[in-house]
T-cell receptor, first 112, second 115 residues
């Protein structure tokens, strides 16, 4: 069975600071993508960033970037210049044979 | 196309009643997934369809749960004889094939409260 572990249930950061959310995963897939999703309070889950496992270069989307360590099966999300709108649950997801497996999430609170 | 649509957004029901939720995926997406999310937890896989065929069901999907996607478009998830433990957010997502590159597009969910 695929497993995804997010070891930080909650994190707090002040506006403009940088924060890193951690994720480790286990998959038997050979060619795969990894995903970070964001779920703001009472709103739908949206994709933040994805990383192809075969690419050595870490993915970047504006203020969001990942640190992908394939050998360690680690896939952390870095948010730079945090904004109040970044307050949300963040979920890491890794693929199984036909569906995604999600971690338990990290609640990120950005304060003024 | 406005994305994945779920109805109702909220449902409060008495224990023992039956409830049905509906999901309308993105029109060109042939895969449709149902997940359950309890408070403070990540989404847990329930079942998925490719077109009208239900291809996989998790052990979380007890006999009281049934899902259909009769014409390969919208899907319904029915829970019979609801229990308090069924209280959760039920999420629907869709994808074009097993979209390993782009993942899923999620709906806003249906929050079920069993009293």
């Amino acid at each position: 069975a695929q497993t995804v572990t997010q070891s930080q249930p909650e994190m707090s950061v002040q506006e403009a600071e940088t924060v890193t959310l951690s994720c480790t995963y286990d998959t038997s897939e050979s060619n795969y993508y990894l995903f970070w999703y964001k779920q703001p309070p009472s709103r739908q889950m949206i994709l933040v960033i994805r990383q192809e496992a075969y690419k050595q270069q870490n993915a970047t989307e504006n203020r969001f970037s990942v640190n992908f360590q394939k050998a360690a099966k680690s896939f952390s999300l870095k948010i730079s210049d945090s904004q109040l709108g970044d307050t949300a649950m963040y979920f890491c997801a890794s693929p199984g044979y036909s569906t995604l497996t999600f971690g338990k999430g990290t609640m990120l609170l950005v304060s003024p | 196309d406005t994305g994945v649509s779920q109805n109702p957004r909220h449902k409060i029901t008495k224990r023992g009643q039956n409830v049905t939720f509906r999901c309308d995926p993105i029109s060109e997406h042939n895969r449709l997934y149902w997940y359950r999310q309890t408070l403070g937890q990540g989404p847990e896989f329930l079942t998925y369809f490719q077109n009208e065929a239900q291809l996989e069901k998790s052990r979380l999907l007890s006999d009281r749960f049934s899902a259909e996607r009769p014409k390969g478009s919208f899907s319904t998830l029915e829970i019979q004889r609801t229990e308090q433990g069924d209280s959760a957010m039920y999420l629907c997502a869709s994808s074009l094939g097993w979209d390993r590159e782009y993942g899923y597009t999620f709906g806003s969910g249906t929050r079920l409260t069993v009293v």
